[in-house]
């Protein structure tokens, strides 16, 4: 509820181009929610002006609750809207806890402001570590004091994409995520698909779903520091790609598909477990960077010469550079580091 009447408030703002951040203050008082702007330079101006339309639209953007009457009350540096309205029939909060249980995200946001008990109850670490124990059953669900709502909007978002109520998620050109421990990637990530760099690091997942690579706006993936074992084929797909950064997993094997990113100009593979290269990464012609140290590859790929512009080649200390690539190189005047 607060959040309806936040943006009521953002779009005034917006329409007489008022700029100043402001906060909104909650006060409950038996069948009283008061709210209170602070500061608010202009604004209280604008709806005092206009008040009865004012309250005519706070009704309207409420009907949840059965309002009396709405009082609007302008201080020196604040204006307080008090929404008068019948006592709803008390609830034990055991009762309110299980209610709330059963509700969607969605709705929980629109009634966690409609009583001063449930507003403490959408507080509370405990419920929403709770919520995200039955929505999600199947997730190793860490708590965390502070950060279990958090926790919970995360993987919500990333598992129901309801779209209106996040603004047009799927309109994002960028996503960044981290710690947050044992949430996998979800398979619908593939409704993102005006997502041009996605950042993936600091958690525990094993897995990329194949569904990444109908991510085809893709321009950068970042997927380190994670646990991956295995990159899917579709990756392929993600032809625009011209950097990719898997480093710091437990990769074991490439996909040959990875010939096909031919607009790659950076690609690191380096901390993970790879004995061999796929010779189809000679394919990727305008490579510049190539970071393959920390694994234990035994030889690079006699391919490895088709890279013709590639001015950085990083590769562990013991693998063996066949002689025709050790000369192909030097002319091409690449610097080779090992580690």
Same mark, same amino acid.
């Given at each position: 509820?607060?959040?309806? !009447? ?5 779009? !005034? @703002? ?159 050109? !960028? ?30 997942? @094993? ?50 598909? !990875? ?66 690539? @050790? ?13």
């Amino acid at each position: 509820m607060n959040e309806k !009447i936040n943006e009521y408030i953002e779009l !005034i @703002k917006h329409h007489y181009g008022i700029y100043f951040e402001h906060e909104m203050k909650i006060i409950y008082e038996d069948n009283e929610i008061i709210y209170e702007i602070v500061p608010c330079y202009y604004i209280c101006d604008i709806i005092m002006a206009s008040i009865n339309e004012f309250k005519l639209n706070i009704k309207r953007l409420l009907p949840e609750l059965n309002i009396i009457d709405i009082d609007i009350i302008k201080k020196t540096n604040s204006i307080q809207i008090k929404i008068i309205h019948e006592e709803k029939t008390y609830i034990p909060t055991d009762i309110t806890f299980k209610i709330l249980m059963g509700l969607s995200y969605k709705d929980i946001k629109n009634y966690c402001s409609t009583s001063k008990e449930i507003y403490e109850i959408c507080k509370s670490d405990i419920f929403w570590y709770n919520k995200l124990k039955t929505d999600y059953p199947t997730l190793d669900i860490k708590y965390e004091e502070g950060k279990m709502e958090e926790s919970y909007e995360l993987i919500y978002y990333l598992t129901e994409f309801e779209f209106n109520d996040i603004k047009n998620l799927k309109e994002y050109e !960028i996503i960044y995520l981290s710690e947050f421990d044992d949430y996998p990637i979800p398979k619908s990530i593939e409704l993102l698909t005006n997502l041009k760099y996605l950042y993936i690091l600091n958690k525990t997942i @094993k897995k990329i779903p194949d569904t990444i690579g109908n991510l085809t706006n893709l321009t950068e993936l970042h997927i380190y520091d994670n646990k991956i074992e295995e990159i899917p084929n579709s990756i392929g797909n993600l032809t625009k790609l011209t950097e990719l950064d898997l480093k710091n997993n437990e990769i074991k094997n490439i996909p040959h598909s !990875i010939g096909n990113l031919t607009n790659l100009t950076h690609l690191y593979l380096n901390n993970n477990k790879l004995e061999e290269i796929p010779g189809s990464i000679g394919k990727l012609i305008n490579l510049v960077w190539l970071d393959l140290g920390g694994n234990p590859l035994k030889t690079l790929p006699s391919e490895i010469k088709n890279l013709k512009i590639l001015a950085y080649l990083i590769i562990p200390k013991d693998t063996i550079i066949p002689e025709d690539v @050790k000369n192909k190189l030097l002319d091409m005047g690449t610097i080779v580091k090992r580690y």
